[in-house]
């Protein structure tokens, strides 16, 4: 018999909580073959079993079980109803809910073929799974894509249960209500707490004109065919902190107990606002990639995070981070560094002034402000100030952004 524990999917994953079981207490199921749907603190992923046999289910949909946990066990065939108090697939104060009703169980994912609906690779193998037609559902994800909620609703899983409403104050009490936090809101403050009472931060600020790159930006979104993205403005920021972080390994590395280290790869990571915190979306190899790419990587990782559809790798990993508030219309940001990484850069709106060229005439230009943040530990202001130039005056002759 082999048990199957709550894995650690992410590196600060505490516990996770049963989405959906992909096979049937009893089922016949396969070293490889997912098994399990978890949610952790940043994304729902499937998990596969470890080895060959009738599955055993010991945590229930909707339990929450910290990592390490025994959730489910892979051996001998199941026993009837006679079998021990300990195998049944509710786990709380004897409580057994009722079996799941059969479905059929199929391992791996089908390819997408063409004319097929538009859907997620989740919520692709919950269908196979559950024998449900795409082509029957109607998406509610970014741009009608199918999600893994969709499948589920169409097949009649119950989701997890919500929490329950909170009792109405007495009438001589003040009026407020309490609102739990989410587990990705918690892992966020705990983390922000951690950054902010651990890290010694400080800030070195510039200002860019901006005027260049909105050109070449506009001359791309004239040239991209038609559905293809236009690199945003964020997308030329990323470029260009990706193609100087090389020549500023200190800025690209990571503090580690005793030391620090210094990373082989350029992965910028995108802060993204999903519905209940923030979560960061890694662009892997983003030194190396076109400003097409980053731009397709960039929409395609932010939509999954805010779906709640990102894989582990999508969200991890990140060497640097760009955040952007500028499209609230915030001039600048100063933002709280990511542990481990040694620096995050804070950028605002591209704003309209009037300033004086070279010749001292009187000039529209747009000025827009970066903000680095660094860990003391590693960099020091000089270090900070010399990489912010670079990323300054690769962003105001932009030329090698397009290559």
Not at 341 to 366: C, F, K, M, N, Y
Request: charged fraction near 20%; glycine fraction near 8%.
């Amino acid at each position: 018999m082999t048990d199957i524990q709550m894995p650690r999917l992410t590196d600060q994953m505490e516990e996770g909580t049963i989405v959906a079981w992909l096979a049937q207490d009893g089922a016949q199921v396969t070293a490889g073959q997912e098994i399990v749907e978890i949610e952790t603190d940043k994304a729902t992923v499937a998990h596969a079993s470890e080895a060959d046999g009738a599955l055993q289910i010991l945590a229930a949909v909707g339990e929450t079980v910290a990592v390490g946990e025994v959730i489910a066990r892979v051996g001998a065939a199941v026993a009837g109803p006679g079998r021990e108090q300990a195998d049944v697939p509710a786990r709380s104060n004897g409580h057994v809910e009722p079996e799941p009703s059969p479905v059929p169980v199929i391992a791996g994912q089908a390819p997408r073929q063409d004319g097929e609906p538009r859907a997620t690779p989740l919520a692709r193998r919950v269908a196979l799974v559950h024998g449900i037609d795409l082509a029957t559902l109607r998406g509610t994800g970014p741009r009608n894509r199918i999600t893994k909620t969709d499948v589920l609703a169409a097949s009649g899983v119950p989701a997890p249960p919500a929490p329950p409403e909170p009792a109405p104050p007495p009438r001589d009490a003040p009026a407020h209500q309490v609102v739990p936090l989410t587990r990705l809101q918690q892992v966020v403050a705990r983390r922000m707490l951690e950054a902010t009472t651990t890290v010694p931060h400080f800030q070195v600020q510039t200002e860019v004109e901006i005027d260049a790159a909105l050109e070449l930006r506009q001359a791309l979104k004239d040239a991209a065919a038609d559905g293809a993205p236009a690199p945003s403005v964020n997308d030329l920021i990323v470029k260009a902190c990706a193609l100087r972080l090389p020549e500023h390994p200190l800025v690209n590395g990571s503090f580690v107990e005793g030391g620090y280290e210094l990373h082989e790869h350029v992965h910028v990571g995108v802060a993204v606002a999903a519905q209940d915190g923030l979560l960061v979306a890694t662009i892997r190899d983003a030194d190396v990639k076109s400003l097409g790419s980053i731009a397709r990587d960039s929409r395609r990782l932010a939509a999954l995070a805010r779906s709640g559809d990102a894989a582990p790798q999508d969200l991890t990993g990140a060497t640097f981070t760009v955040s952007n508030l500028g499209m609230f219309g915030m001039t600048a940001i100063t933002a709280v560094i990511n542990p481990p990484q040694a620096a995050i850069l804070g950028v605002g709106a591209a704003r309209p002034t009037l300033t004086r060229s070279a010749d001292g005439e009187v000039v529209d230009r747009h000025l827009l402000t970066l903000t680095l943040s660094g860990d003391h530990r590693i960099l020091n202001g000089a270090d900070g100030a010399r990489f912010l130039l670079d990323v300054k005056q690769t962003l105001e002759a932009p030329m090698r952004l397009a290559l």
